[in-house]
């Protein structure tokens, strides 16, 4: 289908009424209005607490700025994110704040549903101050079930949970899902934690020594408790993952060698620490999406797993790289026959040939084994604890869209479940009313199949959700296509 618009025709509108299938967006942001966001603080903390939240704020904003140029080398602070919402249009600008517009706005921007991210989300959080972020967590949770609850047919907001420990986690999801009636999440990508043996000795260094917990493979704590939480209560974590600030996204002078590829990053470290956890395997019917962070990762990381198994499964390992296979006589022989004087005057410190003087590292066969959490016995296997469990959100014109159906070079011919995160609300998406007109574009190119487009705006976003609580989308305009596509697939 090709789009041809009039003079103030919407492109995605058009594209939209062209469909027998309807639209979803799962990450359109908003922006919060902090003098009502600081009143449900109030309510939920009380005035300290919100004193105490205005000044972490107002210093979260102005700690670049407050710097001379000496203090921000001195200090290597990274510069922060600047001018990222959109303003060239007020109408929009007004969109991102007020539930009656962007409900009333959705059918002209070609969107039937939105799954709605507060911009407050990653920072509340994300807060070190324990007693601080509980607070601020709950008060955005509350706030966006009383504000957005009177549009569940057309939207729902997501629920902030922090995830400091499994123990934070549970108790703000089941006050969320359980009080407040929310059923879509997101979870923070990963917790800042203290090096012990540098902080305890020196704790003016802990801004800087610290290590990244992304809740998988050698985690602080077991967080199982809180994945068995979400499938108990059927929602679905999403994730926006950071990495900005991070070694080599530090500059002090530029946001954008900052941003470029930061998602990306910060979700492959998740991605793996999850699956080498094998939290993928242990919850089976869990799903994670990963939004904002593009999906280019995700077709590397894939058949990257898949290679690196066939190379180091502990068959391979002793079969092709245990030092206890070298034939140490025919080894000497061969140095004695090819060295010239310079080697084989060392020939009898040379060991076993590796390189090194001593004995190469014998590995004990508790440590040898990388994917011992996956009970992995073939590379099919891979498939079915990635594929099956990991999502990615992606822009509607991030170029890469196509790389996740492209069955010639994924393993398996299997595409990875993408789908449409528009990240409306935000710098990257100047025009809202252009978001399903850009994904369409590839169709019209031919990058994208149609039946591939179907997936990417709609199975498997309504999949991603649905496939978890079957209710999820009762009461909104897409529940009867949802329910199609669910009974087709059984």
């Known amino acids: 289908m090709s789009i041809v618009v009039k003079e103030g025709q919407n492109r995605s509108a058009l594209v939209r009424d062209g469909l027998d299938f309807p639209i979803i967006d799962t990450d359109f942001h908003t922006i919060e209005i902090e003098p009502l966001f600081l009143d449900y603080l109030h309510q939920v903390g009380g005035p300290e607490i919100v004193e105490r939240y205005k000044e972490v704020r107002k210093a979260a904003r102005t700690a670049w700025y407050n710097q001379t140029w000496e203090e921000r080398r001195a200090n290597r602070t990274a510069r922060p994110p600047w001018w990222t919402i959109p303003t060239h249009d007020t109408l929009d600008l007004a969109t991102f704040a007020l539930p009656k517009l962007l409900h009333q706005r959705l059918e002209e921007i070609g969107t039937d549903f939105a799954v709605l991210y507060p911009n407050l989300s990653l920072f509340v959080a994300s807060l070190e101050d324990d007693e601080l972020r509980r607070a601020a967590v709950r008060a955005l949770n509350i706030y966006s079930a009383e504000v957005y609850g009177a549009y569940s047919d057309r939207m729902t907001p997501i629920a902030v949970i922090p995830l400091h420990t499994p123990e934070e986690g549970i108790e703000e999801l089941e006050y969320a899902v359980n009080t407040l009636g929310l059923k879509a999440i997101l979870i923070v990508g990963y917790v800042r934690r203290p090096i012990p043996s540098i902080v305890d000795k020196y704790p003016e260094l802990a801004r800087e020594a610290y290590w990244l917990d992304f809740f998988g493979i050698d985690s602080q704590y077991d967080y199982d408790p809180f994945w068995e939480k979400c499938v108990e209560l059927k929602v679905t974590p999403t994730l926006h993952t950071?990495?900005?600030?991070?070694?080599?996204?530090?500059?002090?002078?530029?946001?954008?060698?900052?941003?470029?590829?930061?998602?990306?990053?910060?979700?492959?470290?998740?991605?793996?620490?999850?699956?080498?956890?094998?939290?993928?395997?242990?919850?089976?019917?869990?799903?994670?999406?990963?939004?904002?962070?593009?999906?280019?990762?995700?077709?590397?990381?894939?058949?990257?797993?898949?290679?690196?198994?066939?190379?180091?499964?502990?068959?391979?390992?002793?079969?092709?790289?245990?030092?206890?296979?070298?034939?140490?006589?025919?080894?000497?022989?061969?140095?004695?026959?090819?060295?010239?004087?310079?080697?084989?005057?060392?020939?009898?410190?040379?060991?076993?040939?590796?390189?090194?003087?001593?004995?190469?590292?014998?590995?004990?066969?508790?440590?040898?084994?990388?994917?011992?959490?996956?009970?992995?016995?073939?590379?099919?296997?891979?498939?079915?604890?990635?594929?099956?469990?990991?999502?990615?959100?992606?822009?509607?014109?991030?170029?890469?869209?196509?790389?996740?159906?492209?069955?010639?070079?994924?393993?398996?011919?299997?595409?990875?479940?993408?789908?449409?995160?528009?990240?409306?609300?935000?710098?990257?998406?100047?025009?809202?009313?252009?978001?399903?007109?850009?994904?369409?574009?590839?169709?019209?190119?031919?990058?994208?199949?149609?039946?591939?487009?179907?997936?990417?705006?709609?199975?498997?976003?309504?999949?991603?959700?649905?496939?978890?609580?079957?209710?999820?989308?009762?009461g909104t305009v897409v529940e009867k296509d949802v329910e199609k596509l669910l009974n087709r697939g059984k």
């Open 242 to 474: 950071a990495g900005m600030g991070w070694t080599s996204r530090r500059s002090i002078s530029n946001y954008t060698f900052n941003h470029i590829g930061h998602f990306a990053s910060a979700s492959e470290a998740l991605a793996k620490s999850l699956f080498f956890g094998g939290v993928t395997r242990r919850f089976p019917t869990l799903k994670f999406a990963f939004i904002e962070g593009g999906v280019s990762w995700g077709a590397s990381l894939y058949p990257d797993l898949v290679w690196h198994w066939e190379r180091r499964n502990t068959e391979s390992l002793h079969k092709l790289y245990n030092p206890g296979n070298i034939d140490h006589k025919l080894l000497r022989e061969l140095y004695e026959q090819y060295g010239d004087e310079s080697i084989t005057r060392h020939i009898d410190q040379i060991g076993n040939g590796l390189g090194v003087i001593s004995n190469h590292q014998q590995e004990s066969e508790d440590t040898l084994d990388d994917w011992s959490a996956l009970n992995i016995t073939r590379a099919e296997d891979i498939r079915d604890l990635f594929v099956n469990n990991f999502y990615f959100g992606i822009e509607g014109d991030d170029p890469t869209i196509a790389s996740a159906f492209n069955r010639k070079e994924l393993p398996f011919a299997e595409p990875l479940k993408a789908f449409l995160a528009s990240d409306a609300g935000h710098w990257d998406v100047p025009v809202i009313s252009e978001v399903v007109a850009d994904v369409h574009s590839l169709v019209e190119q031919g990058r994208l199949s149609p039946e591939d487009f179907k997936s990417f705006v709609f199975a498997n976003p309504a999949k991603l959700y649905a496939d978890s609580n079957p209710d999820f989308f009762k």
